[in-house]
């Protein structure tokens, strides 16, 4: 019951809070505006909603069996390092899953879903293919599984988390160019990011950084010359 009311509370805000962005930039648009909702775009994200809740269940009961360990400090440097932890590690993780539901094989299975949405909106971040909720949410459990992590840390790096979705299905920028591409800045993604990848999907792979996409060789082209602004 917790688990649904949490899952269901995490979507309802941050769809209202995604909203209200959306429109104090809606004259910085990096995506087009979208067509009406369509029944199937409410259907996927109750269907994210009902897997994320399974997921939060399949934790709880791991944490309650011993297999997940989590620990109670409010030590900030023990915090700051297992939030580092978690941030990082997944974002390399969803980083190489990402590029693998992009494989021709895998896509129409897992990734096609969530690309028929090219212009984006909040609730974008919702409608997935099930079965790509359940491997992202199983990264998730894994990672938990062989990390032992503060409550604190993880609570911190699920905020986290749903801020960097949100912020990548905005449709747009509420960064100035200047501030996002400044040294360190730079290596975070932002709306703009995550536009490009719907707009031309074998580019920006990454979900919190661009470290991975610069490594491999596969930002856009156009991130910095168009950031901002909508590639045509």
């Known amino acids: 019951m917790i688990s649904a009311f949490e899952n269901s509370l995490i979507i309802v805000i941050s769809l209202l809070l995604g909203q209200l962005v959306v429109k104090k930039f809606k004259n910085r648009k990096v995506s087009q505006t979208p067509d009406h909702l369509k029944p199937n775009e409410i259907i996927l994200t109750f269907s994210t909603l009902i897997i994320n809740i399974l997921i939060t269940m399949a934790g709880w009961i791991l944490w309650k069996e011993g297999f ?7 030590n900030f440097w023990i915090v700051l390092l297992d939030t580092f932890v978690l941030f990082c590690t997944m974002d390399i993780m969803m980083y190489v899953l990402h590029r693998m539901a992009h494989i021709k094989l895998l896509y129409p299975i897992l990734h096609k879903t969530h690309h028929q949405y090219v212009r984006v909106r909040p609730i974008t971040l919702f409608v997935l293919n099930p079965l790509e909720t359940m491997s992202f949410g199983s990264l998730w459990l894994i990672l938990i599984y062989f990390y032992s992590a503060s409550a604190i ?18 449709g747009v920028e509420p960064v100035s160019k200047k501030i996002a591409l400044l040294p360190i800045i730079n290596l975070i993604t932002t709306s703009t990011f995550h536009a490009q990848h719907h707009q031309m999907p074998e580019q920006n792979f990454g979900f919190y950084t661009t470290i991975w996409d610069k490594l491999f060789k596969s930002l856009s082209p156009y991130y910095h010359s168009h950031f901002g602004k909508m590639v045509d």
């Open 68 to 74: 997940i360990s989590i620990y109670a400090t409010s």
């Open 153 to 170: 840390a993880i609570s911190i790096y699920l905020v986290l988390n749903i801020i960097f979705g949100i912020v990548g299905h905005l």
